[in-house]
């Protein structure tokens, strides 16, 4: 049986107009709504409520899509969305991507206020400050997702992190864990060390070595990993707000890494290390 006859054949239509804008943060910011495209963002965010709402509120799909993704499709039904068939040069003039997947969504902001990060006690936080790249700031997410994190922090100096090509990067993390945006770095590190969280700096030139930190024993303990700018780390300000700067040690002849690499290595270092005997993870959590 050929797929459907697409509902929403021209780009002019109203309803993609209004989620073409969505592609600009201004619009998403006074609309508190953002894109998801492809099937792993679609498909998580149909699964996804906030406070007993469900974030997806829309679904664009190509009928060859919808017949390929047919549980996607009834996910977003069930969660209430409304769902169009659209032409593929419908769907390419909403999408970021140069190639397409058929499926975009519209979705409600779902960041997490900062006292509700703070009252759940974390043990493991990765902080974004200066943060510019949204790539980068997706990876990080999907990196701290991966590691166990219970949160995200950007602070106010970082990128959106409902740009569509952050909201990519993050591969669908971004709805499987609390995300607080807009904090002030200060603010960051001051409520977090009044939770009990250990507040490390990463640097390429901290004083402290990772291995270092792992062999004393030091890094069981909850704690938060601030990141910062791609090109020129973090500000010394920044630094001395930390309990120490630490670095990922290169053994080889690399002269640096990557942000998103150098917090892969931080955040599994500390994931292992409270899994541990001893770890805060092993003590509070079996």
């Known amino acids: 049986m050929p797929p459907a006859t697409p509902e929403l054949i021209s780009p002019r239509s109203p309803r993609v107009g209004a ?10 910011g006074k609309e508190r709504l953002f894109l998801a495209e492809g099937p792993q963002a679609v498909r998580e965010a149909a699964g996804h409520r906030s406070g007993g709402t469900a974030t997806l509120v829309e679904l664009f799909a190509t009928p060859d899509a919808a017949e390929r993704y047919p549980d996607i ?9 409304r769902v169009h068939l659209a032409a593929e040069q419908v769907i390419a003039d909403i999408s970021t991507t140069v190639t397409p997947q058929g499926l ?14 703070l009252r759940a006690r974390p043990r493991l936080v990765a902080v974004l400050a200066h943060v510019r790249d949204p790539g980068n700031a997706g990876t990080v997410l ?14 106010d100096a970082s990128v959106d992190v409902y740009n569509p ?5 993050s591969v669908g993390s971004l709805f499987h864990l609390p995300v607080a945006v807009g904090v002030p770095v200060e603010r960051a590190v ?5 939770a009990g969280v ?14 270092e930190e792992l062999d004393k024993g030091t ?23 930390a309990d120490a700067v630490v670095r990922v040690p290169i053994h080889g002849r690399a002269e640096s890494l990557n942000l998103a690499t150098a917090a892969a290595v931080c955040l599994y270092a500390s994931a292992r290390a409270q899994r541990a005997p001893g770890g805060c993870r092993s003590v509070t959590h079996g």
């Open 219 to 241: 890094m069981g303990v909850p704690t938060a990993w601030v990141f910062g700018n791609e090109a020129w780390g973090l500000p010394e300000e920044t630094r001395e707000l």
């Open 190 to 194: 001051a409520g977090l060390k009044d």
């Open 165 to 169: 090509k952050a909201v990519r990067a």
């Open 198 to 211: 250990r507040i490390l700096a990463a640097d390429g030139a901290g004083d402290h070595d990772l291995d």
């Open 104 to 117: 975009v969504g519209i979705c409600r902001f779902l960041d997490t206020d900062f006292d509700a990060v």
């Open 73 to 81: 499709v009834g996910a977003a039904r069930d969660a209430g969305a």
């Open 19 to 28: 989620a073409r804008r969505l592609a600009k943060r201004n619009f998403r």
């Open 142 to 155: 999907r990196c701290a997702d991966a590691a166990g994190a219970e949160a995200v922090v950007l602070t």
